[in-house]
């Protein structure tokens, strides 16, 4: 599935969520439209990738498709994921509200400041980077959070892919260099804030 | 400019200021793509919005080529930023190092929260709620930053809006519903790590 594609699912699959909590049962593509700024027929199209199922007038089953999304992102089956760096960072990520919706697990937590080992975040005691790679081992996870400073971002990122994580968010603002295998998805807060000054810049002016 | 375009602009810029920090005086456009991942082709096509003005067999002065993209995207001058949320977040965000080089400046830091308020993060004295319209007004902040969480980010956005702010960086996983003229970027962790998933259920596997 092409990468735009898959992250309009995502953006769908978030919106369905809301939906479902505020008690919607249908939504119409229109609707969606509305909630994601993704075009009705944009919408359909990708829906397409696994069989339409809605039905004229009446719309989709809000749960029924947040399920088969969420089968499509394989994010229906628990995942274990190891967190490296139980700073301010990290600490907000393990706050998150939707790790269990998307059942994801944080299977540990690492840092290599001895200020912070052992101490308790939420109900996760931060533990030694030195214990990566029997942890990493025992637990099985194929997924790897970078919550640490640029400069060491590198070699954490390294020493994760040794240990048989497949797949990495990296939040630290350094370009990772890694395996061809390896997926790597950069959260890049401060490209966020440049996009969004040029945007600013160009918007039309209000009425 | 096409988002897309815009968006692969702020990956040069991070891969640039990267190069020039390691000291690199000129950049290929294959080491470009070595980098950031972009093609070649993409990359000399994308400098074709400001004119081409690599020379051939000896590719773009790095500095050069970071100030013209910064102009592009707006990010030559300082603007103002106001931060809402003083949480783990915000403070991982306060604490991030490239504020200063994209000439962004934390103008205020505000938390309707009573503990936090007064409290000071780096050289940020954490503001009540109260204050937001006043400040806003006074330092002429256009762009805001959403470090709340989910259930209060409508009602902190709708009272930004309402104090002049343009442009919103949201990290709040829900969907904001706000005036066609304001342009948001959604930061959201838990779609990089859906997509994420799907990365790793359907790489080749290792050879």
Known sequence: MPLPALERLSTYIRCLRQLEEEGTASVSSQDMERHTGVTAAQFRKDLSYFGEFGKRGIGYRVTELRERIARLLNIDEEQQVLLVGAG????????????????????????????????????????????????????????????????????????????????????????????PQVSVREVCFICELAILSHLVHHQPEKG
């Open 88 to 179: 301010h960072l990290g600490s907000a990520l393990i706050a998150y509200p939707g790790w269990h919706f998307y059942r994801f697990r944080i299977a540990a937590v690492f840092d290599k400041d001895p200020d912070k080992i052992g101490a308790a975040i939420r109900n996760h005691v931060v533990l030694d980077m030195e214990r990566l790679e029997e942890i990493a081992a025992s637990v099985g996870a194929r997924i790897g959070i970078l919550a640490v400073p640029a400069w060491d971002a590198q070699g954490v990122a390294d020493r994760l892919v040794a240990a048989g994580i497949v797949g990495l968010i990296n939040f630290a603002p350094t370009k990772l260099r890694l395996p």
